[in-house]
């Protein structure tokens, strides 16, 4: 069988990430770009033949080949402008020779899906999908359905208009007749999802449930949600030969510490964790709470670093980054603080292009972007994202997001007066 991995489009909702990625999957978790571990899945699936839908800048092509490093074969269609899942499908048709799998580039779980779905595929069913119950559906495709029949497919309805709580996953399998019924359907965003929609009221397509974890990938702090994924399926310890762990230091759980890391005096590692090549822990560090830490990273003595990812080169000193998101080649000054919870406790709301968003989490830090500079005893509220670039004076409690290349800091008086 063949599948279609769709990686196109601008990744607009990423922010900050959407200006230096040219496709968000492209970010890196446990040392590769979720876009490997995708079709990493899909090869322990036994499906060998992919066909990746890119954008014309995209960098894809180049960093992945023709797929042999991952015991695949990569055909590649470019998709000029991001005119929805739709449009880009109906581009691979002639490549296509029978039943099909699609999944959206940051389904790293399928091969946890792809058999139960064949068992769904008999007569006349034309397509199958993977559903979840979940409380908030809101940003998702939600389903109707019946026993194990899908009776239409309603994208991102408002909380009264939601004809249930199971959403749709990225992960589907069409015959390839779907493709008339594609073509058919007037051309708009949602042209797939209206497609499939069509299909359900004729009586041609059928869910599998799941109440597993199945983490997407439209906003920058769903990263954390793919990362516990990954996490999660790290089994004991790995620690590479080469790398220098001090007697003191404590490794507990499952972790992954790759080539060339130090780990110093009273550090402790609490896993599930990733530390990636070259990589330094300083004394009395914690790690712990899912916490993945890329290459060539300095987390410095005493701070504290729970549920977040830390891309490639950046250095961070004392202090606590919790359920947050650190870009590449970011320096963090010394005391540096992320509030990552409310004080009402209520879900963390931010802002993406002027609206606001709740995200659903009642614990997120903060999102920074690629080559940011913090100066020392800086604080952030909950949700705040900065922007690429940008430079923190020192002392500022950041309290609203911060726009990529800007200078953001706290304006202090000094007052000299007689005694």
Known sequence: MQAV????????RFSPYNESFSHKSLVSVMGKPILIHTIESVVRSGIKEIILVVSEDSEIKKILGDGNDYGARIDYVVQEDPTGAGNGLLLTEKLIRGDFFLLNASRVDFDEYKDRMLVKKNGKVKV???GKNQDEVGKYGVLKVEEDRVLDLIEKPSRQDAVSNIRLIGTYLFSKDFFKTLRDTPDEHYKLENAISISAKNGDVKIVLTSAEAPSLKYSWDILEVKNFLLSKIKGKSIKKNSKIAKSAEIIGDVII???????EGAKIKGPCFIGKNSTIGNNAIIRGGTDIEGGCTVGAYMEVKNTLIMKNSKAH???????????????GAQFATANVRL??????????????DTHLRSLGTIIGNNVKVGIKCSTMPGVIIGENSVIGPSTVIQKNVASNTK????????????
């Open 5 to 12: 991995i769709l990686a196109a489009g601008k990744s607009s």
């Open 344 to 357: 009402d406790r209520k879900s963390v709301k931010t802002k993406i292009k002027d609206e606001k968003i």
């Open 128 to 130: 199958v999908l993977v």
């Open 318 to 332: 004392s202090g606590f980054i919790g359920d947050s998101v650190v870009g590449e080649d970011v320096r963090i």
């Open 408 to 419: 953001y800091y706290s304006k202090f008086q000094e007052i000299i007066t007689e005694k």
């Open 258 to 264: 790759e080539d060339n890391v130090t780990v110093m």
